[in-house]
């Protein structure tokens, strides 16, 4: 993923993390994790999130690490992430969840900005089947995958146009 590594005098890498909710799970956890381990010099993180709260509110905040909270229900959630995204301008949106990679890759697309997700948006995690059939028609806005092992990215790879 060439494309998330700066050059000395391009100033730090912007990475806006789009996720569903900020309370106890999985992906939150990675998330909050991956903030703390990311050095601040160099990579200006900001979290959007779609409910209010949540067990890693407060943990993330206190890592200095901005949150927005944008309405859940509404046909607009595209927009305002959109509108959210070219205020902030970042080099990659990084959306975590099945919804997240919904809204991230259309807005990130509409915005110009690069999108990441993980592995789950191929189809691998559970979810509704709207949600599924609307992240898999959507991978082709996906720059690049975030793989668990090699032999995932090895997998994604062999079956997608993307970087894993």
């Known amino acids: 993923m060439r494309f998330l590594v700066r ?4 100033g730090k890498l912007r990475v806006v993390h789009a996720i569903g909710q900020l309370s106890a799970g999985g992906l939150e956890r990675q ?6 381990a990311w050095d601040a010099g160099r990579v200006e ?20 690490v901005p949150i ?6 509404g046909p607009d959630r595209v927009f305002r992430l959109l509108a959210h995204l070219r205020r902030l301008r970042p080099h ?7 919804a997240a990679m919904v809204y991230g890759r259309v807005s ?12 789950g948006s191929t189809g691998q995690l559970p979810m509704p089947p709207r949600v599924r059939a609307a992240n898999l028609s959507l991978l082709p806005l996906t720059a690049a995958f975030v793989c668990n092992s090699h032999c995932r990215g090895a997998e994604l790879r062999r079956r997608l146009p993307v970087h894993a």
């Open 45 to 64: 993180s900001s979290v959007v999130t779609f409910a209010e709260g949540g067990r890693f509110f407060e943990p993330i905040t206190a890592l200095g």
């Open 31 to 36: 998330l909050c994790g991956l903030l703390e």
């Open 68 to 73: 927005a909270v944008l309405p859940r229900r």
């Open 7 to 10: 050059k000395e005098g391009e």
């Open 92 to 98: 990659v949106v990084y959306a975590w969840g099945a």
């Open 108 to 119: 990130g697309a509409l915005a110009g900005v690069r999108v990441v997700t993980h592995d």
